[in-house]
T-cell receptor, first 114, second 111 residues
């Protein structure tokens, strides 16, 4: 079974802190994604990566950056956390770039910024 | 980015009832996917639809890919308490490299 893990299930941070959210997948997938989930808005794509050291902006990249130094790991970084970044963050991965299969999701990290 | 309109936003039904939810888009998609998210977990794929007009079942779930390729619906028959969760539709773009999600339908089932 594909497994996508996220480093924390719950995080509480203060405004202005730098926050790292880690995602690891164990199935050698090339493609990894970071979404945020907010009530009524569904899942919105923040950043994605098709390969190591490669990144592309999604729909809402402002206030975020990412790092993909190794194939299995995709990190989301909040350089200076703000209260409007309180949300559920979901990581996902998939094998091929052009696909008709599913993305596999991690369990999510619920971030609260005070 | 483009958005999918998913409705209803929430449903509170009696156990045993059938459920229907749908998604519409102003854009064409080549693939429609339906996910379920249990509380505290990430979404899990339920059904994938690859061709316009396709009707696919997975147990008590049935989903259809609209003929216009701009909509899809999901039906759940004879609901049970474990059907509780948030259901998301998602459309795959023509390039086959990005999913767009609907806003979700929160389903609550009363035993």
């Amino acid at each position: 079974d594909v497994k996508v893990t996220q480093s924390s299930r719950y995080l509480v941070k203060r405004t202005g802190e730098k926050v790292f959210l880690e995602c690891v997948q164990d199935m050698d997938h090339e493609n990894m994604f970071w979404y945020r989930q907010d009530p009524g808005l569904g899942l919105r794509l923040i950043y994605f990566s098709y390969d190591v050291k490669m990144k592309e902006k999604g729909d809402i990249p402002e206030g975020y950056s990412v790092s993909r130094e190794k194939k299995e790991r995709f990190s989301l970084i909040l350089e200076s956390a703000s209260t409007n970044q309180t949300s559920m963050y979901l990581c996902a991965s998939i094998k091929t770039r052009v696909y008709q299969e599913t993305q596999y999701f991690g369990p999510g990290t619920r971030l609260l910024v005070l | 980015g483009q958005q999918l309109n998913q409705s209803p936003q929430s449903m509170f039904i009696q156990e045993g009832e059938d459920v229907s939810m749908n998604c519409t888009s102003s854009s064409i998609f080549n693939t429609w996917l339906w996910y379920k998210q249990d509380p505290g977990e990430g979404p899990v794929l339920l059904i994938a639809l690859y061709k316009a007009g396709e009707l696919t079942s997975n147990g008590r779930l049935t989903a259809q890919f609209g003929i216009t390729r701009k909509d899809s619906f999901l039906n759940i028959s004879a609901s049970i308490p474990s059907d509780v969760g948030i259901y998301f539709c998602a459309g795959l773009n023509n390039a086959g490299n990005m999913l767009t999600f609907g806003g979700g339908t929160r389903l609550m089932v009363k035993p």
